[in-house]
């Protein structure tokens, strides 16, 4: 199974101060104990840590001989952190999406970027002018292949049109916290279904397109695995162990494994740094979900915190 390595939490404090020493060390112990998991995917972006993060995987692998040729890289751009009194925003301009991606590839000190997804919508952005950044990366060997991230399918469809290459990946939060993914195909001719932003269909059109799903937020922040916040979670956190201690697995496993039960392929990104809960995660990469349809519905239902309609 498919799990990604989320590198947000790596390059330090959330700043343009430098990243020292001790940051290359966390870096270096958490793709290590990803490794040890069996995740060989690692997910960046431009704005992580204000580029620090790129910055301190590109310093591990220039360490760790071999490394590169031993995993996949993916970053995002297209978002433009607020500095100097502007706000932040999104920049999903052609010459943008080439300036960003070359200041990607110097940081994680690449040739070649495996995937690159474009970060958030630009409602600005001309979907021509995009591809026509996409292609001339592409032809130029510096990036392998292209996605998105929390796109519509109505707007993923509008880029494949101007697009030669497929779109491989749309990364969204997604987790047994947040459901509104799911949740907006079963409440549709129901009064909930009016409170749900989600686009309906978008994981319908990811499925029928070979379009991979990556979830971020995969591990809900540990409401179900030691930081539950509401009844709700306390129960189901409850049930959560229960079920890892009958699989004998982790809580973090359960969690993910409720993602990657559902037939449209869900890839989870981790996003913690901490090499324990790293590797609280294995069983998701090297075991198949072994839950069961009842009691995958079970904590569904107890995460929800009301019946199914």
Not at 26 to 34: H, K, L, T, Y
Request: contains cysteine; charged residues 25%; hydrophobic residues 40%.
């Amino acid at each position: 199974m498919e799990v990604l390595f989320g590198c947000m939490g790596l390059g330090g404090s959330w700043d343009t101060e430098p990243y020292g020493p001790d940051d290359i060390e966390q870096a270096e112990a958490a793709i290590s104990a990803a490794l040890d998991a069996g995740i060989t995917v690692f997910d960046h972006a431009d704005i992580y840590r204000h580029g620090k993060s790129e910055a301190v995987f590109g310093e591990v692998l220039t360490r760790t001989p071999g490394l590169r040729e031993r995993i996949t890289l993916q970053t995002k751009c297209g978002i433009r952190l607020a500095a100097e009194g502007r706000p932040g925003m999104y920049d999903l301009r052609g010459e943008a999406i080439l300036r960003q991606a070359e200041k990607s590839l110097a940081r994680l000190r690449t040739d070649v970027i495996d995937v690159l997804l474009l970060h958030r919508p630009d409602p600005l952005a001309d979907p021509a002018d995009i591809a026509s950044a996409l292609m001339s990366l592409h032809r130029q060997g510096l990036v392998r292949q292209f996605g998105v991230s929390n796109m519509s399918a109505a707007q993923i469809a509008q880029l494949q049109s101007e697009l030669e290459l497929p779109l491989v990946a749309n990364q969204l939060e997604m987790s047994l916290h947040r459901r509104d993914w799911l949740e907006a195909g079963v409440l549709v001719n129901t009064p909930e279904a009016a409170a749900l932003g989600f686009p309906l269909g978008t994981v319908e059109y990811c499925r029928a397109n070979s379009v991979q799903l990556q979830a971020w937020g995969s591990l809900a922040q540990g409401r179900y695995t030691g930081r539950p916040e509401s009844p709700a979670e306390e129960a189901t956190a409850r049930l959560v162990r229960t079920l890892a201690e009958r699989k004998d697995t982790t809580p973090e496993a359960i969690v993910l494994w409720w993602l990657q039960r559902h037939p449209a392929g869900i890839a989870p990104v981790i996003g913690t740094s901490r090499a324990a809960r790293i590797l609280a995660c294995r069983d998701a990469v090297t075991r198949k979900p072994e839950l069961t349809h009842e009691e995958w519905y079970e904590l569904w239902i107890t995460a929800r915190g009301a019946a199914l309609p």
